[in-house]
């Protein structure tokens, strides 16, 4: 079974632009979760989707998004970005609640 | 909400020696606490997890231990290897799969 694929692996943006990032989750998994790694604040949960529908969000600003498609395919969406927004963001896909978190390797997101 | 916290922050054992990794969390409605290691360049992937129904879980040289009166669960290697080296989490749920993680562990294993 393929694992969780994320593309792309690196990404370097300017302040002020907005980027989109893809996440392939394991075929039937359904839940898709973003997590943000930095040294400082480490793993920290943005955001869960089920069946399309998100179901869970954290403590970041509206600038950060995402929606899941009818494949569970996920995208998320940071505009505006921020010398802050860069980071490490990995996305996780499971079949249910709490349940083993499938991480893909992450897109690495730098903002000049 | 949930808060987790993890130490040591850092860790450094000779080959063959064990390793322990301790978390605290304060939510005591938490019943999911896994373990996950982190390799250079690659996602967190997990290694081990437990339920709040036991106390404990071995799986070969890795074990985890968990208490829910005093809040806390650890991780123990054994017989530890350099390809054990990496950089490990602890983490609770706060609900669905908004997990909280501790701030991780960096252990060296030297030959």
């Known amino acids: 079974k393929a694992g969780v694929t994320q593309t792309p692996r690196y990404l370097i943006k300017t302040r002020g632009q907005q980027v989109t990032l893809s996440c392939s989750p394991i075929?039937?998994?359904?839940?898709v979760s973003w997590y943000q790694q930095t040294p400082g604040q480490g793993l920290q949960f943005l955001f869960e989707?089920?069946?399309?529908?998100?179901?869970n969000k954290g403590n970041f600003p509206g600038r950060f998004s995402g929606r899941q498609f009818s494949n569970s395919r996920s995208e998320m969406n940071v505009s505006t970005l921020e010398l802050g927004d860069s980071a490490l963001y990995l996305c996780?896909?499971?079949?249910?609640?709490?349940?083993?978190?499938?991480f893909g390797n992450g897109t690495r997101l730098t903002v000049t | 909400g949930e808060n987790v916290e993890q130490h040591p922050s850092t860790l450094s054992v000779q080959e063959g020696d064990s390793a322990v990794i301790k978390c605290t969390y304060s939510?005591?409605?938490?019943?999911?606490f896994p373990w996950y290691k982190q390799e250079l360049g690659k996602g967190p992937q997990l290694i081990i997890d437990?339920?709040?129904?036991?106390g404990e879980k071995k799986d070969q040289r890795i074990a985890v231990t968990l208490n829910k009166t005093a809040k806390h669960f650890s991780l123990h290697i054994t017989e530890t290897q350099p390809e054990d080296s990496a950089v490990y989490f602890c983490?609770?749920?706060?609900?669905?799969?908004?997990?909280?993680f501790g701030a991780g562990t960096r252990l060296t294993v030297k030959p």
């Open positions: 437990i339920r709040s129904n036991v």
């Open positions: 996780a896909s499971s079949l249910g609640q709490s349940a083993n978190l499938h």
């Open positions: 075929s039937g998994h359904r839940s």
């Open positions: 939510d005591s409605a938490s019943n999911y």
């Open positions: 989707y089920f069946s399309e529908t998100q179901r």
């Open positions: 983490a609770a749920p706060r609900n669905n799969n908004d997990m909280r």
